[in-house]
């Protein structure tokens, strides 16, 4: 394994360029650009550690497969995307996001946490072994989608086709790096989404908005019934929402007991003075692992350029993102937001589209938990931050009955997943390949039920 | 006379190049560009009419100013303003905003009907009685202002300085036009205006809305905000924003009463089954009228691209104004709404900025209201629909002491001010300038108090 180690040490630039490249290609899904071109480019990267590659169509964007039979008894799973968030606002950036930087350390660009950093080091930590001729105990999958931030709307249908493919003993999800204390972290969960656009129209045109006196106005309309899904407590209240609500099991619990959520230092990195409506401590906690959201992504009617434009706007738009856990569905809760609206009036409200999936999680308790807890503690030195789950959301139902999933990552807490100046400390990318070496490693001679 | 409405006609294509030539300027005063230039361009075509041209210097946007002395009794003002509103959505226009074109008669343009086309349509009613060596029988006053349809912030400063010139026998103000019954409508009041824009910010930086779990919400607090200002039926819920509130007098109610609203062609116009809350009849003309309102004409927070962005916003905006009817006072109003804001707890809500003005209305039995009927009757064979006060607003308020005003202009009912595919009727332009001639024709024999 020092052959390994040094390798990965002294290839470090050549993998950082290789990184920059696909950061180079701007794959944002929700706007479906450049997507083929950031598919074929892990399908070539694949290729070249000697795996068998497949691109699986889909009626959105295709699937990327990679497998390396060794003939192994074990098979490892690394679930990644090669899609990323838009990068709007682009003026927030102080480099350009598709122009990867590296300042103080850190590599900038769009992805490189979320999560093309993490592919790009599991591929180098295959590689690594294969360029000093190391054997690879295990045989290796590799699922690469290009919907992940649009809520995975079509890797069912890959699913579906090819359920085998996702049996293996253990995976590594996407995303995941070091906390906010600088101690690394890892997920088991993922809460389910719900993604709603609503839209207003009520008139065929803009209008002068001097006749709001005698007009209707769309975003008010959109206003009202915004404010009649949640109250200024943080309260859902969509008739039905918490019903199927379960709360977290013992087990979980002992496992947040001893979860410190740095309660300070998280409001600093925010900006903040408390978190809303002053929760803190198991309250905290709570909210983090188990609470459902209401979320308002985006909002937009009228004149929003500089100084005044007197309009009324004919029309009105909302992106809502509701958070799901355990035992709530998305379908359940559309169903129930349309009935809410409905019944409030707002029939005029549409539900323009909608994407979504259940939340999903590996049981705290699962053998493969523990046995990536010892990956990390060989190269950090420290057990990882365990997280019954992420309050983030993946397609993670659609892995847990064929393998357990944990999620680790080269991210870190400053990475910014998401929203502007996205980025990686280059250390956690080094010894983050480090760990998926060791791990690579040791689970050939794993044994889940010792 | 007959020579001025020959020359008229003869020359209307070459009116229709110059009005051309000042919409291909984009002053759009919100973005506060090509300002000199469509301020330098009305300086140069009033001084072509041989007025005395001065170009006032401001803190904002400079006033233009014309005067012509014949040495007459009687002086005729107008008021014209050389900005415009934004063009945005450009995706909206059929053709470029800012590229005059010609279609079934009627000419596009952002500024055409407000009030670039009145402007320019004065100034050639003037040059037609000049080129055919008529007498002008009044003495001439222009004032052309740049801040129109900001809110006119700093022509105070040019009226303080300048009250002397704002003395005239009688005004025509910037804008009017035909109705949607085709009829001619005069607009005597103009209601008060309070613009501001609130701002709400929760986070130093955008972050993933996984995190609203625990983190506040700016779009929800602005949503939450706004929704408290005005219930879903239409009340404003301000503490005390009806107080000063007025009715109409015995007088205005007369006026009102033989008004036709022509409540089925509006609601079509604008693509509606009914008007806001089923307002008919009276209830209507009360709140075409008289009712102040509580209008979103803006509204911005997040992503608002396609697909779905999985984002916490730190920030949201909005754009609001407010129309007020006599006796209100944007001042008072501004306060009125901070103090609700803080009684609400959206103290995290700022009013970034504001403006505005107090409403003015002509009395409707002033005797110039009908010596502009009369003239309006020599050209187009009917009286002038008489409007207590258009729901719209401008600075009226400066002016009321000095000088009776009246709005007329060359605009229609679908000349979409505000909105995209702004136009005129090529016709109505033709006609208007026949009744600007007439009326100064006639208004050298005016009688005020016959």
Known sequence: MEKVISYLDGNLEQSLDELKEILRIPSVAAKGEHMDEAAEWFAKHLEAIKMEVTLHKTSGQPVVTGYLDNGADKTLMFYDHYDVQPAEPFDLWDSPPFEPAIRDGRLYGRGVADNKGDAVSRIWAIKAFQDTSTDIPVNIKFIIEGEEEVGSPTLPEFVKKNSDFLKADGGIWEFGGAGIDGRQEAWLGLKGL???????????????????????????????????????????????????????????????????????????????????????????????????????????????????????????????????????????????????????????????????????????????????????????????????????????????????????????????????????LIENYRLGMHRIAVLIDMMGAWQADA
């Open 194 to 424: 719900l993604y709603v656009q609503l839209e207003v129209e009520r008139l065929q045109m803009d209008a002068h908005s001097g006749y709001a006196c005698i007009l209707p106005s769309a975003p008010y309309r959109l206003v009202w019934a915004l404010s009649s899904l949640k109250d200024v407590n943080g309260r859902i209240l969509i008739d039905g929402f918490y019903d199927d609500l379960k709360g977290l099991t013992e087990t979980e619990k002992d496992v947040i007991a001893k979860i410190d959520l740095h309660e300070d230092m998280t409001c600093d990195h925010y900006g903040i003075t408390q978190f809303v409506n002053g929760l803190a401590g198991d309250g905290l906690k709570e909210a983090f692992y188990n609470a459902p959201t209401c979320n308002i992504a985006g909002l937009g009617s009228g004149w929003q350029g500089t100084g005044s434009k007197t309009v009324l706007p004919a029309k009105a738009m909302a992106k809502l993102d509701f958070r799901l856990v355990e035992n709530m569905h998305p379908e359940d809760i559309r169903e129930k937001l349309r009935a809410h609206l409905d019944r409030h009036g707002f029939t005029d409200v549409t539900i323009a589209w909608h994407d979504g999936y259940p939340p999903a999680k590996t049981p705290t308790d699962h053998p493969f938990v523990s046995f990536v807890n010892d990956a990390n503690q060989k190269v950090f030195g420290h057990n990882l931050t365990i997280h019954v789950t992420s309050p983030g959301s993946g397609p993670l139902y659609l892995f847990k009955d064929h393998v357990p999933m944990v999620s680790i990552g080269v991210g870190d807490y400053d990475s910014r997943a998401h929203s502007p100046n996205e980025s990686i």
